[in-house]
Structures are given as C-alpha cells and as structure tokens.
C-alpha cells in the first residue's frame, strides 16, 4: 500500500516539483502562451514580487563600492563551448562547464557557466532586448548562464543566489558583417534552422572574442530571476553598461533563420520579456568618480576659483591703500602667495591654519575687525579652493602639479624643480601608423 501511494506521489507530483527553465510550455508570441499567461502557466515563480526583466532608471541607481572587477575564468579557451542549439525558444550555447565561470564582481561565490544564449525583436523594427535603460530596449540581449559551484542544479533552482546571469546589450550598427567573431557565430544559425537542431563549435570562438568592447567593470547589478518559466527567482543578475556592437544585417539573421520548431513553422521572433516591476528593489553600479576632487566639475572650480581671485585681488588693492593691512597681508604671505599655496596641497592645510592662527593677536592689533573678517572668509574660501583642486599628491610637496589648473597644469610641468618634464625623451607620443608615401 506504501509503495503504492509513493509510485502515485512520484508520478503526480514530480513533474511539478523539479522545475528546469523550459520545463513549462510557453511561447512569445501565441495568446495561449505568450508572456501575458506565463503567471498563469507558471504561478509559484511568474508571479512573483522579484522578476526579471527590468527597466534600469539610471537617476535611481545606488552607488556600491562593493561591486569590483570580475575574475573570468576559461572565457578565453576556445574549447569550452560545446555547441550551437535551436531550443525553439531562443539560440543556446552549451558549455562544458568545467573550468570555465566567474568570480568576483560583488559575487559571494564562484559560478559554473552553463550556458549563453540570446533574445531578440524582429528585423529592424523591433528591438529585443530583454532589460531596458531608461526605457532604452537595445537590439538584443545576451545571457551568459552561470550557476553557483557549491549548489547542484536543483539547489542553484531555489536559491536566492543560484544564479548569476551575465547581460550583454547588443546595439545594431549600419555597417556589414562586423565583428568578424559574430559573422562566424550567426553564420552557424543556417545548420541550426529546425527546432533541436545543433552544431559543433568546439575550438572555434572565445567567450572574450563575443564581447569585444564591452567594459567589463562597469555594470548594474540587482536580484531578480529567470525572464523564462518558470521564472525562479534565483539570479544575481548583472547588466553591463558597454554595449556589443554588431551589424545589423548579422542581428537580421536570428530573425530570419531560426524556426520555433520546423521550417514550415514561423521564426522565431521577439523572444523577450517585457520588463517587470521593480517592487522596491534597488539596482546598484559602480561609484561614478573615485575621489572628490573629480567630482567636481572642471566648469564649477573655474568659477569658484574667478571668485576667490577677485576677492583676493580686492584685498590686495586694500594692501595699497593701508599700509598696516598690507603689513599684515605680507606676514600671511603663504596665504596670499598662489605658488606656495598650490604646493600646499590638502595634506598641508593644517600647516597654513596654524600658522594663520599664530599671528591672529598681531594682526588684530594693525587691522579693523573688517579687514579680519574679510581676510577671514579669504582663507575659508580658499582653504575650500584648495581641498577640491585636483592637485595630486606627490611624494615631494614641493612637487605640486595638476591637471586642470592654469597655475600647476601640464603647461608648467617643466619648471618643476629636479623635474625631468622638459626633456627630450618625454611620454606619451603619438604613434603613427602609416609609411610616409
Ligand atoms: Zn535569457
């Protein structure tokens, strides 16, 4: 009676409970199937408060300073990429798994990659990328599959952190053919036009190779699932800013060769999903700029700078006009002195306060309480100026130099003392490519 009960619990129940993406029937573009059902085909994920895809709005982003460089792994060996499968539903490449993954980038494991694979519009009509930036869809998308090292595949299923999937967003260029890596790869969709259909492409291009042009530092970052039922909500998922640029005729291909499952069946097409709500999840990235001093605009310092200018200019003519203000300006020279100052970098404003601080009772002495405020709100302004100049910080103070600055930029490198700016075998150059004639 037991093994009766467990023989019908096996057959019932089984198939609902081990869930794979793909295991449910559902489609793109059919009314039966389409994205609209797949709650209903598919409710315990589809459903659910963290889906993917989603619409990226950029003013809304956190910084992270967690979210570093990824560790690639196998991503330049050619000989982990199995095949080239039609699912049906998409164009899937198989990975041996084995030595090949991702590390690193915010992720608290090591992840097998599995899998990439690719969704898409139509032609040129309609894009079909799955997630969008700003309301940005690209042309396509690419996911590069990975599911955690320590997890077996039904574990990875139902963890919140089983998968980390790697979005590329693929941008059509007006050019033919290019890169030559994707003229090779979308060459291979005319062996693979019937559903099932697959193609060795062992040896034949690098995960690298695909994604050539792309910035992999910079990305977003945010939890959500699979944009396929059953829609686990198990994927880190991580969408990189950089796009895949490719020709539009290469991107045609995936819409006008690949068949959903016989040639005389449709093509496949706008295999995307629209994008999900956010329900109070936050997307991260990558802290914009490293240090405050790029944080301000080269535009805002220049006008902080005209200010604090004049203002010591109206000092100056007021070091003319009376003798005692001037007497007192002379012996806070290193405040006054814009060589000395711009040497005095961040590290040497405590040297300049102290030194104003200690003359503070002989110049209340020779100057009306005015002239101190003013010169006051002079080193204020300037102790400010000179916290947010780029100025970088060298080993040697007296080697102060910076970028942007008219007193200390590239144009005065030169008069650096034990300096070898002005040299005759100085970098970078220009290389020049072609013969003469
Ligand atoms: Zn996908």
Same mark, same amino acid.
């Given at each position: 009676?037991?093994?009766?009960?467990?023989?019908?619990?096996?057959?019932?129940?089984?198939?609902?409970?081990?869930?794979?993406?793909?295991?449910?029937?559902y489609?793109?573009?059919?009314?039966?199937?389409?994205?609209?059902?797949?709650?209903?085909?598919s409710p315990?994920?589809?459903?659910?408060?963290?889906?993917?895809?989603?619409?990226?709005?950029?003013?809304?982003?956190?910084?992270?300073?967690?979210?570093?460089?990824?560790?690639?792994?196998?991503?330049?060996?050619?000989?982990?990429?199995?095949?080239?499968?039609?699912?049906?539903?998409?164009?899937?490449?198989?990975?041996?798994?084995?030595?090949?993954?991702?590390?690193?980038?915010?992720?608290?494991?090591?992840?097998?990659?599995?899998?990439?694979?690719?969704?898409w519009?139509?032609?040129?009509?309609?894009?079909?990328?799955?997630?969008?930036?700003?309301?940005?869809?690209?042309?396509?998308?690419?996911?590069i599959?990975?599911?955690?090292?320590?997890?077996?595949?039904?574990?990875?299923?139902?963890?919140?952190?089983g998968?980390?999937v790697l979005?590329?967003f693929?941008?059509?260029?007006?050019?033919?053919?290019?890169?030559?890596?994707?003229?090779?790869?979308?060459?291979?969709?005319?062996?693979?036009?019937?559903?099932?259909?697959?193609?060795?492409i062992?040896?034949?291009?690098?995960?690298?190779?695909?994604?050539?042009?792309?910035?992999?530092?910079?990305?977003?970052?945010?939890?959500?699932?699979?944009?396929?039922?059953?829609?686990?909500?198990?994927?880190?998922?991580?969408?990189?800013k950089?796009?895949?640029?490719?020709?539009?005729?290469?991107?045609d291909?995936?819409s006008?060769?690949?068949?959903?499952?016989t040639?005389?069946?449709?093509?496949?097409i706008?295999?995307?999903?629209?994008?999900q709500?956010?329900?109070?999840?936050?997307?991260?990235s990558?802290?914009?700029?490293?240090?405050?001093?790029?944080?301000?605009?080269?535009?805002?310092?220049?006008?902080? #700078?005209?200010?604090?200018t004049? !203002?010591?200019? *109206?000092? %100056?003519?007021?070091? +003319? =006009?009376?003798?005692?203000?001037?007497? &007192?300006?002379?012996?806070?020279?290193?405040?006054?002195?814009?060589?000395?100052?711009?040497?005095?970098?961040?590290?040497?404003?405590?040297?300049?306060?102290?030194?104003?601080?200690?003359?503070?009772?002989?110049?209340?002495?020779?100057?009306? #309480?005015?002239d101190?405020?003013? !010169?006051?709100? *002079?080193l %204020?302004?300037?102790? +400010? =100026?000179?916290?947010?100049?780029?100025v &970088?910080?060298?080993?040697?103070?007296?080697?102060?130099?910076?970028?942007?600055?008219?007193?200390?930029?590239?144009?005065?490198?030169?008069?650096?003392?034990?300096?070898?700016?002005?040299?005759?075998?100085?970098?970078?150059?220009?290389?020049?490519?072609?013969?003469?004639?």
């Amino acid at each position: 009676m037991v093994n009766v009960q467990l023989v019908f619990f096996l057959i019932t129940c089984l198939p609902f409970t081990v869930y794979s993406e793909g295991s449910v029937d559902y489609c793109y573009t059919l009314p039966a199937c389409n994205a609209s059902m797949w709650s209903t085909l598919s409710p315990k994920y589809c459903n659910g408060t963290r889906q993917s895809p989603i619409n990226i709005v950029t003013a809304d982003v956190k910084a992270d300073i967690n979210l570093t460089a990824f560790n690639f792994t196998g991503f330049n060996d050619s000989s982990h990429l199995i095949n080239i499968e039609n699912t049906g539903k998409s164009v899937k490449i198989l990975s041996d798994a084995l030595n090949i993954g991702v590390s690193g980038g915010g992720l608290q494991s090591q992840y097998n990659t599995t899998q990439l694979h690719f969704h898409w519009g139509n032609g040129s009509s309609i894009n079909g990328s799955e997630h969008t930036v700003d309301g940005q869809q690209y042309a396509m998308e690419m996911h590069i599959v990975n599911s955690r090292a320590d997890l077996n595949a039904t574990a990875a299923l139902s963890d919140s952190t089983g998968y980390a999937v790697l979005g590329f967003f693929i941008e059509a260029t007006n050019d033919t053919g290019k890169p030559e890596v994707w003229k090779n790869l979308t060459s291979l969709l005319a062996n693979i036009t019937k559903e099932a259909a697959s193609v060795d492409i062992k040896n034949q291009f690098t995960i690298d190779s695909l994604l050539q042009g792309v910035d992999r530092t910079k990305y977003y970052r945010y939890r959500g699932s699979l944009t396929t039922p059953t829609c686990n909500e198990n994927v880190v998922w991580t969408v990189f800013k950089d796009t895949i640029k490719v020709s539009k005729n290469l991107i045609d291909l995936f819409s006008s060769t690949v068949h959903t499952n016989t040639t005389t069946d449709p093509f496949i097409i706008t295999n995307y999903r629209p994008v999900q709500a956010l329900n109070g999840r936050v997307v991260t990235s990558q802290p914009t700029t490293t240090a405050a001093p790029s944080t301000i605009p080269s535009s805002a310092l220049h006008h902080t #700078l005209s200010v604090s200018t004049a !203002l010591l200019c *109206l000092a %100056l003519f007021r070091c +003319f =006009v009376s003798v005692s203000v001037c007497t &007192a300006v002379k012996d806070l020279g290193v405040i006054i002195n814009p060589s000395l100052f711009f040497e005095a970098h961040v590290n040497n404003i405590t040297r300049i306060t102290l030194f104003y601080l200690r003359n503070i009772a002989k110049i209340r002495n020779m100057m009306s #309480l005015q002239d101190i405020e003013k !010169l006051v709100f *002079l080193l %204020l302004l300037y102790l +400010f =100026v000179v916290w947010f100049l780029p100025v &970088a910080t060298s080993a040697d103070s007296s080697k102060a130099w910076c970028y942007k600055f008219p007193l200390c930029d590239e144009s005065t490198w030169s008069l650096i003392p034990k300096a070898y700016c002005n040299g005759s075998r100085q970098s970078p150059i220009n290389i020049v490519t072609k013969c003469p004639g």
